[in-house]
């Protein structure tokens, strides 16, 4: 018998694990060949543009002891996109879930899709009560939407994956609005109810809608936890850190993964709340997002600005940050002298975060 490859060694290797496969045939006819994982626990959906991420991890640990969570992307390892009450689910349980998935299905899925399904796997697995998912891009047609959840939630809508998702902010939300379900609670900034899409998806569908203000501010994503958590009677413990996310280190390095030019403002705000007026930047872009419009984001506090000129998959080509008049950098032993804000992509910031952190403990 052929030995199994490691899951990490195919998901690694993988060419297409940007790839967005609209669709929700292959995952639905996965879940039913694997028996329906899902129908083990209770899944709650967490949509929209910025702080779905946010707002997952800080509400599984609100659900506590035996909650799932999915996120995406990661900092640095893959594992961090599935766990268990805070902790990565040991290695030889993800290579369980791989055979009986291999062993039920054709394995045709994409990156995202294998390791939604995985998580569905391990959930059901490691017995969990709750497993909060974070929808991948958009709604309607992201793997997450085969789920049956108990309860779903958009954190914002903002312009972002136009290519996928259109062109305005009605349309954007649309999509997202997608994941709701006939009378199970589904929390929607207030704000989005302007848009007729919205409504006529909300008519159509008739969940039990469960409206809450937004600023459109990082906030909101509190905001939005704490309404979670009061509708199913949590516990209302204060919130955790989470990596990457408004973080700050030693008083002076500040991360934030911030991807898209409304979170870009927010995080713009952010410093200046905490008394920033110049500091040095460093950012790392991927897709189509624009290194000028970055750069004008950020141009009321920019001492110097600066691209990360290592490698990060799907980055932007460094001759755009030229174009932008924005210098690439490697060396980073004189920059992290001075205070740092590091924004932009996951990958930038996890690669950031552990060599600060390496720094920090030599000094």
Same mark, same amino acid.
């Given at each position: 018998?052929?030995?199994? !490859?490691?899951?990490?060694?195919?998901?690694?290797?993988?060419?297409?694990?940007?790839?967005?496969?609209?669709?929700?045939? !292959?995952?639905?006819?996965?879940?039913?060949?694997?028996?329906?994982?899902?129908?083990?626990?209770? %899944?709650?959906?967490?949509? &929209?543009?910025?702080?779905?991420?946010? $707002? #997952?991890?800080?509400?599984?640990?609100?659900?506590?002891?035996?909650?799932?969570?999915?996120?995406?992307?990661?900092?640095?390892?893959?594992?961090?996109?599935?766990?268990?009450?805070? /902790?990565?689910? =040991?290695? /030889?349980?993800?290579?369980?879930?791989?055979?009986?998935?291999? #062993?039920?299905?054709? &394995?045709?899925?994409?990156?995202?899709?294998?390791?939604?399904?995985?998580?569905?796997?391990?959930?059901? *697995?490691?017995?969990?009560?709750?497993?909060?998912?974070?929808?991948?891009? &958009?709604?309607?047609?992201?793997?997450?939407?085969?789920?049956?959840?108990?309860?779903?939630?958009?954190?914002? $809508?903002?312009?972002?994956?136009? /290519?996928?998702?259109?062109?305005?902010?009605?349309?954007?939300?649309?999509?997202?609005?997608?994941?709701?379900?006939?009378?199970?609670?589904?929390?929607?900034? #207030?704000?989005?109810?302007?848009?007729?899409?919205?409504?006529?998806?909300?008519?159509?569908?008739?969940?039990?809608?469960?409206?809450?203000?937004?600023?459109?501010?990082?906030?909101?994503?509190?905001?939005?936890?704490?309404?979670? #958590?009061?509708?199913?009677?949590?516990?209302?413990?204060?919130?955790?850190?989470?990596? &990457?996310?408004?973080?700050? *280190? %030693?008083?002076?390095?500040?991360?934030?993964?911030?991807?898209?030019?409304?979170?870009?403002?927010?995080?713009?705000?952010?410093?200046?709340?905490?008394?920033?007026?110049?500091?040095?930047?460093?950012?790392?872009?991927?897709?189509?997002?624009?290194?000028?419009?970055?750069?004008?984001?950020?141009?009321?506090?920019?001492?110097?600005?600066?691209?990360?000129?290592?490698?990060? $998959?799907?980055?932007?080509?460094?001759?755009?940050?030229?174009?932008?008049?924005?210098?690439?950098?490697?060396?980073?032993? =004189?920059?992290?002298?001075?205070?740092?804000?590091?924004?932009?992509?996951?990958?930038?910031?996890?690669? *950031? !975060?552990?060599?600060?952190?390496?720094?920090?403990?030599?000094?």
């Amino acid at each position: 018998m052929p030995v199994l !490859r490691s899951i990490f060694d195919v998901l690694n290797q993988t060419n297409d694990w940007l790839s967005f496969k609209p669709g929700l045939e !292959r995952v639905s006819k996965a879940l039913d060949q694997l028996n329906r994982p899902d129908r083990h626990f209770q %899944a709650f959906t967490m949509g &929209g543009t910025n702080g779905k991420g946010t $707002v #997952s991890f800080h509400l599984a640990d609100r659900f506590g002891e035996g909650t799932g969570l999915f996120i995406s992307p990661h900092l640095v390892n893959i594992r961090e996109r599935i766990s268990i009450q805070g /902790k990565w689910i =040991d290695d /030889k349980y993800w290579q369980l879930a791989y055979g009986e998935i291999l #062993s039920k299905t054709d &394995g045709n899925f994409t990156y995202f899709e294998w390791l939604f399904l995985t998580a569905c796997v391990l959930f059901k *697995m490691k017995q969990c009560k709750y497993a909060i998912f974070e929808v991948g891009m &958009g709604g309607r047609l992201d793997a997450v939407n085969a789920l049956d959840p108990t309860c779903s939630a958009i954190t914002s $809508v903002a312009l972002d994956h136009q /290519k996928f998702l259109g062109n305005t902010i009605e349309d954007i939300a649309f999509e997202k609005v997608q994941i709701c379900r006939k009378g199970k609670p589904f929390f929607l900034p #207030s704000c989005l109810l302007e848009f007729p899409k919205v409504r006529d998806t909300i008519e159509r569908v008739s969940p039990e809608l469960v409206l809450f203000p937004a600023t459109k501010s990082y906030s909101d994503n509190f905001t939005l936890v704490d309404a979670i #958590s009061g509708y199913f009677d949590l516990t209302l413990k204060p919130f955790r850190q989470l990596p &990457g996310r408004r973080e700050i *280190m %030693a008083e002076k390095y500040f991360f934030d993964t911030a991807h898209n030019e409304a979170a870009w403002l927010d995080t713009l705000k952010w410093m200046k709340n905490r008394g920033i007026s110049q500091i040095n930047i460093l950012f790392g872009l991927t897709g189509k997002r624009k290194p000028m419009i970055f750069k004008k984001c950020f141009s009321p506090i920019t001492k110097n600005i600066y691209a990360w000129g290592g490698h990060i $998959v799907n980055s932007i080509p460094f001759q755009e940050y030229k174009l932008a008049g924005v210098n690439t950098i490697e060396n980073l032993d =004189d920059l992290i002298k001075e205070p740092l804000l590091i924004c932009g992509t996951h990958s930038l910031v996890g690669i *950031m !975060r552990e060599k600060i952190l390496s720094y920090i403990g030599k000094t």
